[in-house]
């Protein structure tokens, strides 16, 4: 099994860090932009009119030389959780470097604000058991459900369904790349994974019975929500 992390970082006094579609956008486009080895440009990103706010352009670059493999993540109001391997020395910590000053700098700039933007240094955990490991990227595709109001860590779902559809319009996550859905597909690194989940319908399967057959004592080590 490749070294693979948990991580996560929220904002600080818990405030939000994604207040509408674009500071989501930007995000994402962080992910993609800093996780490169060479100086980011952030000058060759932008977005078009308001209107068209869903349609972010990247100029064309050189080919990145990847610091870190991003498994899956998802995107909540106030924090983010990333799921990555390292690719060079020290690459966690490098690109969160980049990630988080860069997002912050962004931040800041638009909401004409100063100060830290996150709570201290992230959060890690390596994921060293398998056992944890196979966890992992459903709960964190799952975190999203917190926006539904539904204790679903303890099984407290009333609606599958509902639960399920509302995973599938929630676009701030891998979970729809992992679905065959084109997404984000060029911020994560498939491959690994789909080992793992048999696929696309292998993958959209076993998350809806991880989900019903959740254990929170499972993956109550790797959580990092405490």
Not at 150 to 155: D, G, H, L, Q, S
């Amino acid at each position: 099994m490749a070294e693979v992390y948990h991580l996560l970082n929220r904002g600080v006094d818990k405030r939000k860090i994604f207040l509408d579609e674009q500071d989501h956008f930007r995000f994402i486009h962080d992910l993609y932009e800093f996780n490169d080895e060479e100086w980011a440009n952030n000058g060759t990103y932008f977005f078009k009119k308001y209107k068209d706010i869903g349609h972010p352009y990247i100029q064309e670059r050189q080919p990145r030389k990847l610091i870190v493999d991003i498994h899956s993540f998802s995107l909540m109001p106030n924090h983010y959780h990333l799921m990555v391997s390292p690719r060079v020395e020290n690459g966690i910590s490098l690109f969160m470097k980049k990630l988080n000053g860069g997002y912050a700098k962004y931040f800041n700039e638009k909401y004409e604000r100063s100060g830290a933007l996150f709570q201290g240094k992230y959060k890690s955990v390596h994921i060293i058991a398998e056992s944890h490991f196979i966890h992992l990227p459903y709960y964190i595709h799952c975190n999203s459900l917190d926006l539904l109001g539904i204790n679903w860590r303890n099984r407290n779902i009333k609606n599958y369904k509902e639960a399920i559809k509302f995973l599938e319009l929630y676009r701030w996550s891998s979970h729809l790349d992992y679905l065959g859905k084109k997404n984000f597909p060029s911020v994560i690194s498939k491959n690994f994974l789909n080992e793992y989940f048999d696929g696309e319908i292998g993958y959209k399967n076993s998350i809806n019975n991880w989900l019903r057959n959740l254990d929170i004592e499972q993956v109550s080590s790797v959580a990092l929500e405490t």
